[in-house]
């Protein structure tokens, strides 16, 4: 990987092949250094640069650079509408062209935006550039040398870098898990088969010093493991199931399960795919390879939880051995299963896995796989579907997921489709036999098979791409961010981490991309992460202890339908300009109307602090607020209070004096901040 370099310098001074300059249109939206201002204006007045969106202009010998041999301007299109995932997109675009030049040494002038702040767009600038920064070229006749840069430098034009330096081990890690999935799920399935996948699990394992236990056939046979058997039966090439364990030095806080399909190729069996496309199916092992990838950014990082991954590796073949429609599969739970289609095979094989995966009695239990046709049909090849029976760890997919580019949509467990899947030969079959809600019958499938309170299934089917994107080129994206950052999350880093998007195929916006998701239109006005977090008295800053790993959410008085998630970003010390600032971008709020309702916020609260009150707020956990002299508040575990607490609904004098009160007020007696229309 390319050497990186986040400074605070201007970029004026860049010396090496190019220097990447991302645009907004308009000559007063530019913020950029004068020397490279000039430039960008000048290219834009003669009409040969607009800054549209994912624009890319390349300027020889630049005025405004000394020693740059190339300036790249790309166009980020209007400042209003910039999101994180747009500047890695934008970014990512200008670095794939350098990169096709061969050339070694870029650098990026990190934009400057009142709609993001400047740590966030640093870490969004190196996360665009290292995920351009990819070229697979094993399997060339030729055998060429593969292009990558050899530096990276990021420039901040004099703002503070420190934030996006102390994140960026953890970017880069990401990416690297990134790359790694990439690489295995584009080999051909003559290369990678389950043995040799297995055998590559085995050589990370010992390099990142994780546990591993490999089972071969008769191990399978000796655990019970009845469905992987029945698929992989049909190949030459006998199934393997690999377990994986990461485990913290210090007391994990958490341990998550990641269950990862692995067919390493999928012919469809007996009941055969259409020639068209079936080169793509050996990529139907993603799942299993984002979860080695992950495992290995966790012990990289040295996660805070211990993870186990549960890697299902076959191949489905026709042969003379191969399983047929007809036949009934005894599972590793006890279940029987008709197989009345052979392509349906990746959830026969997550069904033994995940009922392994519930014998552990972990905390959270996360499958990923190329699962279902349906999934693409719904959403297209740039989202993947989630459902689960664990709503709040759902949503923190979700919010994984949008805080790394990666787009999931919830999809619900309708169980009066559940009847469906009944078989009058065996307990289940593997099939409706009915067209319509495939995605949500597969999932209710593997449900079938988990007796654990918490587990969520994602579906990827819609991650292949048939040709090259912003930061991806052609082939398998990688996507090991999410169930990255979820146990980056639920292991309560210290800091906010895994911002780290694989592909991001479609434009995001700084909340939710896709609008409402009516599975989560669940009553909350301000959510914060378990724990007790303490904030200061005094009405300057506010000074959070340890710093969630979440962020703020926070939802507006709008009605269920239209209603967004809004993600507050983590920071260190949040002023009255940081919370403004947020709900100017995440609500699209004009700048009074965003101060009107941080002031109400803040002088409820310093008003309650100064009359001895404790307030608490719930969401996922409790978030405390406190007197420090007093040290007034409720024990989130015994539910007691520890000072006086006030009864009955509360209001600032201030917010009932500028007309507010309407809009948001407190609830003492239930903790909560609470807007009329939603109680």
Not at 34 to 61: N, T, Y
Not at 79 to 89: A, G, I, P, Y
Not at 521 to 535: E, F, H, M, V, Y
Request: proline share 5%; hydrophobic share 40%; glycine share 10%.
């Amino acid at each position: 990987m390319a050497t990186v370099e986040i400074g605070s310098s201007t970029g004026k001074d860049f010396s090496g092949d190019a220097l990447i300059v991302p645009v907004f249109s308009g000559r007063e939206r530019h913020r950029l250094p004068l020397a490279i201002s000039k430039v960008a204006r000048q290219a834009m007045d003669e009409g040969d640069f607009k800054a549209d969106f994912l624009e890319v202009v390349p300027l020889h010998h630049p005025n405004g650079v000394k020693d740059a041999r190339w300036m790249v301007l790309v166009g980020m299109g209007e400042e209003e509408q910039v999101s994180l995932n747009k500047v890695r997109k934008a970014v990512g675009a200008a670095a794939r062209h350098c990169l096709k030049k061969n050339w070694k040494k870029i650098g990026v002038v990190a934009p400057s935006s009142s709609n993001l702040s400047h740590d966030e767009l640093q870490a969004a600038v190196l996360e665009g550039a290292l995920l351009a920064d990819y070229d697979l070229v094993a399997f060339k006749g030729s055998k060429p040398e593969a292009k990558h840069f050899a530096s990276i430098e990021v420039f901040s034009n004099g703002e503070d870098t420190r934030k996006a330096r102390r994140r960026q081990a953890q970017i880069e890690a990401g990416i690297a898990a990134c790359h790694r999935v990439r690489d295995l799920a584009n080999s051909p399935a003559g290369d990678l088969y389950p043995e040799n996948f297995a055998e590559a699990a085995q050589k990370l394992a010992k390099q990142h010093k994780l546990h591993i236990e490999v089972l071969d056939v008769p191990a399978l046979e000796k655990g019970n493991f009845g469905c992987v058997l029945g698929v992989g039966k049909g190949s030459a090439r006998p199934p393997r199931v690999v377990k994986l364990d990461y485990t913290p030095k210090e007391k994990a806080k958490r341990h998550i399960v990641l269950v990862g399909k692995g067919v390493c190729f999928d012919s469809g069996g007996y009941s055969i795919k259409d020639a068209a496309g079936m080169e793509t199916m050996k990529d139907d092992m993603t799942g299993a390879a984002i979860v080695l990838a992950t495992l290995v950014a966790c012990a990289q990082l040295e996660a805070p939880v211990k993870v186990t991954g549960l890697l299902g590796l076959v191949e489905n073949m026709i042969s003379g051995e191969a399983y047929k429609p007809g036949d009934v599969l005894r599972s590793r739970s006890g279940k029987t299963v008709e197989v009345l289609n052979t392509d349906a095979e990746g959830r026969l094989v997550l069904a033994d896995l995940l009922h392994w995966a519930c014998e552990m009695k972990p905390d959270h239990i996360v499958d990923l796989a190329t699962l279902t046709g349906a999934a693409l049909i719904a959403m297209g090849d740039g989202v993947n579907a989630v459902m689960g029976t664990d709503q709040k760890l759902v949503e923190r997919l979700l919010d994984a997921g949008n805080a790394t580019g990666e787009h999931i949509w919830q999809l619900p467990l309708v169980e009066e489709y559940r009847d469906q899947l009944r078989s009058p030969l065996a307990d289940l079959k593997n099939i409706t036999g009915i067209r319509w809600g495939g995605t949500i019958t597969a999932g209710l499938f593997l449900s079938e098979f988990v007796e654990h309170p918490s587990w969520a299934h994602i579906d990827l089917s819609g991650a292949w791409s048939s040709k090259e994107r912003t930061t991806a080129p052609h082939g398998r994206a990688a996507r090991p961010k999410v169930s990255a950052r979820l146990a980056d999350e639920l292991g309560a880093r210290s800091e906010s981490s895994w911002a780290v998007p694989g592909r991001a195929l479609h434009e995001g916006s700084g909340t939710d991309p896709w609008g409402p998701n009516p599975a989560s239109a669940k009553r909350r006005d301000l959510r914060a992460t378990p724990g007790s977090r303490r904030i200061s008295q005094e009405t300057g800053p506010l000074s959070l202890d340890d710093r969630p790993q979440m962020g703020m959410l926070w939802e507006p008085p709008f009605p269920a339908r239209t209603q967004p998630r809004v993600p507050m970003d983590t920071m260190d010390t949040l002023t009255k300009a940081d919370l403004s600032k947020q709900l100017m971008d995440k609500l699209e709020l004009g700048k009074k109307e965003a101060d009107l309702l941080v002031n109400t916020f803040l002088e409820s609260i310093v008003a309650s602090l100064r009359n001895g009150e404790g307030v608490e707020l719930r969401g996922f956990g409790s978030f405390r607020l406190r007197d420090r002299r007093a040290r007034v508040g409720r024990n989130p575990r015994s539910g007691q209070a520890s000072g006086p607490r006030p009864s009955g609904s509360y209001t600032s004098s201030s917010a009932r004096n500028s007309g507010t009160s309407s809009l948001m007020r407190m609830r003492a007696e239930t903790g909560s901040w609470m807007a009329p229309s939603m109680q």
